[in-house]
């Protein structure tokens, strides 16, 4: 195996990775971050432990879940005319976003239905619409499905009354008594999942606030435990990269649908931290209104609202204050990271700076020693280049030059045939650029069921050898 080809490689998953630039300090060439994430433990993230979803009643229709419909009799997709603001259709012979409706679950078999451009879907008399942006004002819904296999679906309006495309132009809640699943019934569609999402939002409300608290307390307790901090501080590993949701500042009584139990999980982190002699760094994976939209940082349906109302900023400083007063105190607070990978062009470059500015001052009221990150992905740099001059760019960094941070990085691919030492080259390969990192880097994750971004699995079955 060249060399040529493992840097190939390594562009390839280059997107997997972040950089981050650092508001305080000099590189301690005494001390140089070598960490995990421990992803997947106090911020909910579906592919790291899918089993965490089990139990959950109607599990395929989660808050998110992107659905179609193809009526039978049309043979065309319901579609939200340009993306939402008028009425709904049965035209479209393909479906992508206009004729994805995203759900928000209201229980395990009543859901409203949000459009492209974030209307809800809703009854004017007789025809269906999207036109309210006020979830409240909008329909409820519930599918009757055919039964067995089938995708077969009715959509039925809490009114009673079903659903029909009547005409290709022309889609109206006004069927009382259906019959059957027939080619010719109007009111019969081909339900088609799109996307989903499972993430915090997804699993805390998808079990509801009676079994919600007990799941989470019992994966908080289990996922990531003591012995844990033990083997990673005994594996040449000096730190690790904890990601937390912006609800965790509202421990024990957060907000719906979230359930009280992550802070003390984190409380509980610190004490095993100091025991073996490990760094932490705190990392707001998922702020208020969602940074990004995606599951990770606990969007509900994937759209993106951090950074539009200074609202959503404050509250995130706020959390920011929280953890930094509470471990301020504490010998393994080594850093706080302001914001993983906030996306542009939704998180803005100007809403970006100021928070980062606030951000910093707000840490260095409670400690003069913790690093602060300011988090930029690889992507967002092209994006922020390409849409902004490089003097704006160079307004989230130091001016002095940061320090550099790789703060997520897996020793995966997609490649047929690759063998164990194939691997332990990959992984060596990346170590060798990684190092380079003035602050250091992070493997993203310690525990996750596909093996290789495990960094446990990797560590004992001898592919990465620290």
């Known amino acids: 195996m060249s060399y040529f080809n493992l840097k190939t490689w390594l562009l390839n998953l280059i997107f997997l990775s972040s950089l981050l630039s650092l508001s305080h300090g000099k590189p301690n060439k005494k001390f140089r971050v070598r960490a995990v994430n421990l992803g997947g433990w106090l911020v909910t993230e579906g592919w790291i432990k899918p089993s965490l979803f089990d139990g959950i009643q109607n599990k395929d229709f989660l808050d998110g879940t992107g659905v179609q419909f193809k009526s039978v009799t049309t043979g065309k997709y319901l579609c939200a ?3 939402g603001g008028t009425s709904l259709v049965a035209n479209r ?8 409706f995203r759900l928000w679950r209201l229980n395990e078999n009543s859901f409203r239905f949000r459009v492209f451009n974030n209307q809800f879907v809703g009854l004017d008399g007789i025809n269906v619409v999207a036109i309210s942006s006020v979830s409240t004002d909008s329909e409820k819904f519930h599918f009757v499905k055919e039964g067995g296999n089938s995708s077969r679906v009715r959509i039925k309006a809490s009114n009673g009354y079903f659903i029909q495309a009547k005409t290709e132009d022309q889609v109206t809640a006004d069927v009382t008594k259906v019959n059957g699943w027939g080619e010719d019934d109007p009111t019969v569609f081909v339900l088609t999942i799109a996307s989903r999402l499972q993430g915090e939002f997804q699993v805390t409300n998808g079990f509801g606030p009676r079994k919600a608290p007990q799941v989470m307390k019992k994966h908080w307790r289990t996922f990531i435990v003591k012995e844990d901090f033990k083997f990673i501080a005994s594996n040449g590993l000096n730190a690790v990269r904890i990601p937390v949701g912006w609800w965790i500042a509202s421990d024990p009584t957060p907000p719906w649908p979230y359930v009280e139990g992550s802070l003390n999980a ?5 004490l095993w931290a100091q025991e073996y002699g490990l760094k932490i ?3 707001l994976h998922a702020a208020p209104g969602s940074q990004n939209g995606y599951e990770h940082s606990s969007s509900r349906d994937g759209s993106q609202d951090w950074g539009k109302a200074y609202k959503n900023i404050q509250q995130t400083l706020h959390v920011i204050d929280f953890l930094t007063a509470r471990y301020a105190n504490s010998p393994s607070l080594y850093a706080v990271e302001l914001l993983n990978e906030p996306r542009a062009p939704g998180a803005t470059i100007e809403s970006l700076t100021k928070y980062y500015k606030a951000g910093y001052e707000t840490v260095r009221r409670h400690s003069l020693t913790a690093y ?10 092209i994006d922020f280049i390409l849409t902004n001059r490089s003097s704006q760019l160079n307004s989230v960094t130091t001016s002095n030059g940061p ?3 790789v703060g997520e990085w897996v020793a995966e691919w997609q490649i047929q045939g690759a063998l164990q030492k194939d691997y332990e080259a990959f992984a060596k390969a990346q170590l060798d650029v990684y190092r380079r990192a003035t602050f250091g880097w992070a493997y993203w994750t310690f525990k996750n069921v ?6 446990e699995w990797m560590i004992k079955n001898g592919y990465i050898h620290l």
């Not at 602060?372 to 740099?381: C, F, K, R, S």
């Open 81 to 83: 005319e340009l993306g």
């Open 93 to 100: 012979t393909d479906a992508s976003g206009w004729e994805t």
């Open 266 to 270: 984190l409380d509980n982190a610190f």
């Open 281 to 283: 760094i705190i990392d």
């Open 372 to 381: 602060v990150l300011n988090n930029i992905t690889v992507q967002q740099n």
């Open 403 to 405: 320090l550099t941070f």
């Open 450 to 455: 596909n093996n290789h971004w495990s960094l």
